[in-house]
């Protein structure tokens, strides 16, 4: 990415617990939704989703397993306002530095059963911001919530139009399949 820098963002596990209870918070109340029951990463093992996918149904009682996955970039970088910065002073105005995100979020659903995967569906978001030097670490962390936020607001429609692709295959399907 543009030769930058790579940043690392704070991204702790209760701003994740409350970012998939907001999506959750949007399929619930649907017609072929029961109940939801949010695990955080830290409780699944396994490396490959049909591993994963076993973990959650030997602990929950489920019939479905979503699996939400993310891939979260960030680049940073001087720009021409950097030169300022030799002077100390400008460290604090200039808007000599800049960060770009991208994130990816992916939601996979899974049948507990057997690990057969029913639908997915996928977003993009991506962020852009110039700011002083000393300012770098809010900055990021303010331009990783905003890609996330955007992202949700991508995704959420995305799955109730593949949930409501899937409602309507099932209904033709006998019973017991």
């Not at 690392?8 to 209870?21: D, F, G, I, T």
């Amino acid at each position: 990415m543009d030769g930058g820098r790579r940043l690392l963002v704070h991204w702790p596990e209760a701003y994740k617990a409350l970012v998939l209870e907001q999506m959750a918070g949007a399929f619930r109340g649907q017609p072929v939704v029961g109940d939801i029951e949010i695990v955080p990463s830290f409780h699944l093992s396994g490396a490959s989703a049909p591993e994963l996918v076993a973990s959650v149904r030997a602990t929950f009682d489920v019939d479905v397993v979503a699996l939400v996955s993310y891939d979260l970039q960030h680049s940073h970088r001087e720009n021409g306002w950097a030169f300022l910065y030799l002077a100390l002073l400008p460290i604090v105005f200039a808007p000599g530095s800049e960060v770009d995100s991208q994130l990816l979020p992916d939601t996979a659903v899974y049948r507990a059963d057997n690990a057969a995967l029913l639908f997915r569906a996928a977003g993009t978001s991506t962020g852009h911001d110039s700011f002083a030097l000393v300012y770098r670490d809010e900055h990021a962390q303010a331009v990783t919530e905003d890609c996330i936020a955007r992202a949700r607001e991508e995704l959420v429609p995305r799955l109730r139009q593949e949930l409501a692709g899937f409602a309507t295959r099932i209904v033709g399907v006998p019973r017991g399949r």
